[in-house]
Structure formats: structure tokens, C-alpha cells
């Protein structure tokens, strides 16, 4: 049987003193497989490379150099996020990398959604591969490669970083997570002590907000993005709604919309509000929502979100339509 394949045996994890023990046998198997080399990790800020992140700085602490690359696109309060939990808490050898103007002048006036997809996928691996060459003695590289990637597609984490990493990097590879399905990353997560709101996050396209800002990316409109996206965060979470819709955000389109403010014509932004409920992403369903809850987002967002005026809730399953709008 080889590495990449989950022994039968193997137990699931799903309670804490399970998840305790892997995470021992692991930093010991890291220890053993790493010595007093260092190790770069690709930083998102997502489960799994945040899960990984947690595990290796137990096991060789600052030989992990994390790079977190903020490409612009992330939701509101995710980079600050990541550097609060790994370099504030877990005082992690951390290098942020603000790249955003770079990659939105990229986009500019780029509205194929395949194209701006390749176009930030692409300039990820770039900003990784600099940071990593202006680094000295790296040995190994990190991935959060999970087990449903290795059965998926050929154990790439494809959409781990919005597109793997550079292809040329020689490095042994060091994938502590990837004979584990998502839910016992969860639990190792839990176990490790990440903030909950890191470890339960939703799935999300690599890109993130790059899929939910349609057409040609706009600052303005991704400023309206990410300010209606985080009220409606917020708003699921007094609603206790956050553990019981599967997804849930924002889009903001790239037609504008007639209103009326302060007595005076507009021609503003619409946002969309889209939640589904979904066993496997195949298929999915919108859950019924308490109306008061939707007036209460609908309310905040067009007082507090600059340039929108119009405020709606897509009621589409997915087929015929899909979770994402691009
Ligand atoms: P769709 O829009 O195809 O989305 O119904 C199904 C699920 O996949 C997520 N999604 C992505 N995840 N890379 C990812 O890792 C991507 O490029 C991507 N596009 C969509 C989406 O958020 C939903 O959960």
C-alpha cells in the first residue's frame, strides 16, 4: 500500500482524544522527517493550509516560514485573520505579502470569468515563487493536501491556493493531512485550538471575492463586496443561522440599477444575497429564510455599503443554477 493511501484500519477521527493522538504521532513523524531543515507553507488562511500551519509550528516551531499572500481578494478581516492567529498567537514565522494592487491592476477591465480565474492563479504562484527564492535553506514544502484531492485529482491541491505552486520547486513535500477527510481536519483544527470561525469556515473558491465581484473587477464595487458580505456574516451569526445554512455571501454585479437617495437619481450597484443548503455541492437548495432576518441585512447594507441601492435574495436551486454566479 503506498503513502497516499488510507489504510482500512485507520481509525476516524472524530472526538478530541483521538485527534490529540494524531496530532502527536505527527509532530513526531514531522520531527523525523524534517530534522533542522526548514519548511515553507503557503499560508490562506483556509482549513486545511491553516490546520497544517498549527501542526508544523508544534513540531518544529519557527523552522515553518508561512507565506501569506493577500491577493486583494480576500473577505473582510481574513488576512488580519491569519496574521492575529499564527504570528500574534502562535508567534509563527510569518511574511505577509500585500500584493493586492498588483493583482487588480492585472484584472482591470478583464470580465471572462475562465480568464480572470487563470490570471489570479497565475500571479499567486509568481508572488509565492519570489517570496520563497528571496528565502535561504528551504528543504521542504508544506501542502494541506487533504485525502478527497488525492481521490479526486491526482493528490493536487488544486484549489488549495488558487492554483497549486510553482512547478519547478524542488522541495520534498510534507502533507501532514492528506490521508484525512475534511471533517477530522475540523476536529485536528479544533484540537490544535484555531478560533472556531477559522476551522468551521465555508468552502470558498480560491479567488474568493474575484467570482463574487462579476464582470471586470472594479475597487468600488469590491469595496461594496467585501463591506455587504461581512454585514451579512454578521447578521447569520445573531440569527444563529451561521451552523445551519451549508453557504452563504454576497455578489455584487456588474450592472447597475435606477434609485432614488437624499431626493436625488442614482445608478448604483444591486447585491445579491446567496445562501444554499447542500449535502456534496451537486446539487443544493435555498433554505427559507425569516423575512425579518433578510429586511434586517437588506436594511444595513443599503445605509452602510456606498453605491448600492438595491438589495436581493436569489431564490435559484442549483440545477439549473450553479452556487457561484461565475
Ligand atoms: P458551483 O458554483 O459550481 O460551486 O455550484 C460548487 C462549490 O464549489 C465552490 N467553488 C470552488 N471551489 N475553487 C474551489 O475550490 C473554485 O474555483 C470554485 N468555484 C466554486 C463553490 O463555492 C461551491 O461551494
Not at 485525502?147 to 488549495?160: Q, R, W
Request: charged share 30%.
Amino acid at each position: 500500500m503506498d503513502s497516499n493511501t488510507r489504510p482500512e484500519s485507520m481509525e476516524r477521527i472524530t472526538t478530541k482524544e483521538l485527534a490529540d493522538k494524531f496530532i502527536e504521532d505527527k509532530v513526531a513523524e514531522v520531527r523525523a522527517q524534517v530534522g533542522d531543515k526548514k519548511v515553507l507553507l503557503a499560508l490562506s488562511g483556509g482549513v486545511d493550509s491553516s490546520v497544517v500551519a498549527a501542526l508544523l509550528i508544534k513540531a518544529i516551531g519557527k523552522q515553518l516560514v508561512c507565506v501569506h499572500v493577500n491577493h486583494g481578494l480576500m473577505r473582510k478581516g481574513e488576512s488580519e485573520q491569519v496574521i492575529e492567529v499564527f504570528k500574534n498567537g502562535l508567534d509563527a514565522n510569518l511574511i505577509y505579502v500585500d500584493a493586492s494592487d498588483r493583482f487588480l491592476d492585472l484584472l482591470k477591465d478583464v470580465d471572462e470569468p475562465e480568464t480572470k480565474r487563470k490570471i489570479i492563479g497565475g500571479e499567486f504562484i509568481k508572488v509565492f515563487d519570489e517570496e520563497a527564492r528571496k528565502l535561504e535553506g528551504i528543504s521542504f514544502l508544506a501542502q494541506g493536501t487533504i485525502y478527497p484531492d488525492i481521490l479526486e485529482s491526482d493528490g493536487v491541491k488544486a484549489h488549495h491556493n488558487v492554483g497549486g505552486l510553482p512547478e519547478d520547486m524542488q522541495f520534498e513535500l510534507v502533507e501532514p493531512v492528506k490521508l484525512l477527510f475534511k471533517d477530522e481536519v475540523r476536529v485536528v483544527g479544533n484540537a490544535l485550538g484555531l478560533p472556531e470561525s477559522m476551522v468551521d469556515r465555508q468552502p470558498f473558491p480560491g479567488p474568493v471575492l474575484g467570482v463574487r465581484c462579476t464582470g471586470a473587477i472594479t475597487r468600488d464595487r469590491l469595496a461594496a463586496l467585501r463591506e455587504s458580505d461581512a454585514i451579512l456574516r454578521e447578521e447569520f451569526d445573531t440569527a444563529g443561522l451561521t451552523k445551519q445554512v451549508w453557504q452563504f455571501f454576497t455578489v455584487v454585479t456588474d450592472f447597475r440599477s435606477t434609485g432614488v437617495r437624499n431626493g436625488k437619481r442614482v445608478f448604483d450597484w444591486p447585491v445579491i444575497i446567496r445562501a444554499v443548503n447542500t449535502v456534496d455541492a451537486m446539487s443544493a437548495t435555498v433554505p427559507e429564510l425569516d423575512r425579518n432576518v433578510l429586511k434586517k441585512i437588506t436594511d444595513r447594507i443599503l445605509a452602510e455599503v456606498p453605491g448600492v441601492c438595491r438589495v436581493l435574495y436569489d431564490l435559484s436551486p442549483k440545477s439549473p443554477a450553479t452556487i457561484e454566479w461565475e
